[in-house]
C-alpha cells in the first residue's frame, strides 16, 4: 500500500509564504512608478483625454511597427508615455468605462490630428481632447465625436505630470510648467494637430 506524504505546515512555511506574498504585493504597488530613462535618447508623449467615462487606457502605435508602447493613465484623463523610442505615433484609441473609443478613420486627414512626431530628448504634446457627442453606445468614428481644446493647457498638463514623472529623468526636464522642453518636431506635431 503506498502512502502519501502530507503537507508540510510549520510555522516557518507559513512565514516564507507571506514573504513571498508581501514582496509581490509590494512590486505590484510601486510598478506604477517609473523607471529610470535615458531622457538623451527616448522621447516623452504625453496629453488628456475628457471623456464621459473613466478613461482607463490610451493606445499608442509607432507608425509601421504592430507593436504598443506601455503608457500610464491616470484617474482624470491624463496620459503619459516616457519611454519611447523616437518616431511618429498615432493616438489609435482609447478605453473609457469599458468601452473602446477608436479614432482611426478611412480619412488620412483626420487620422493625422492624431499623429505626434518624437525625436531624442523630446516631450511631445498629444494634445488635449474632448469627447463631445455619443450615439446609440456605437464608439467608432461615425458614432461619436472627439474635439481638440484648450484645457487643461499643454503647461498645465506638464505641471500635473511632472510629479508622476518623478524618477524618471523627465521630471528634470519637465521643469516647470514652461513646456520649453518640447523641441521643433513637436511645434510640427501640434501645427498638424490644428493646435
Avoid at 474635439?147 to 487643461?152: C, K, M, W
Amino acid at each position: 500500500m503506498r502512502r502519501t506524504r502530507r503537507p508540510v505546515r510549520t510555522p516557518a512555511f507559513a512565514a516564507a509564504v507571506l514573504v513571498v506574498a508581501t514582496a509581490c504585493a509590494t512590486a505590484a504597488a510601486t510598478s506604477s512608478r517609473p523607471s529610470p530613462v535615458d531622457t538623451g535618447r527616448r522621447a516623452l508623449v504625453y496629453g488628456h483625454i475628457d471623456a464621459p467615462k473613466r478613461v482607463q487606457t490610451v493606445e499608442l502605435a509607432k507608425v509601421g511597427s504592430p507593436r504598443r508602447p506601455r503608457g500610464r493613465v491616470f484617474d482624470n484623463g491624463d496620459f503619459v508615455f516616457d519611454d519611447l523610442a523616437p518616431g511618429n505615433y498615432l493616438v489609435l484609441r482609447f478605453l473609457a468605462g469599458g468601452e473602446w473609443y477608436d479614432l482611426r478613420s478611412s480619412s488620412k486627414e483626420s487620422n493625422l490630428r492624431f499623429l505626434v512626431q518624437t525625436a531624442p530628448g523630446g516631450m511631445h504634446y498629444a494634445g488635449s481632447w474632448r469627447v463631445t457627442g455619443e450615439e446609440r453606445h456605437a464608439f467608432t468614428p461615425g458614432h461619436f465625436s472627439i474635439e481638440r481644446t484648450d484645457v487643461p493647457s499643454r503647461q498645465s498638463l506638464l505641471q500635473r505630470l511632472r510629479p508622476a514623472l518623478e524618477g524618471s529623468g523627465w521630471e528634470r526636464k519637465a521643469g516647470g510648467a514652461s513646456g520649453a522642453s518640447n523641441d521643433e518636431a513637436d511645434a510640427v506635431s501640434k501645427a498638424k494637430n490644428g493646435g
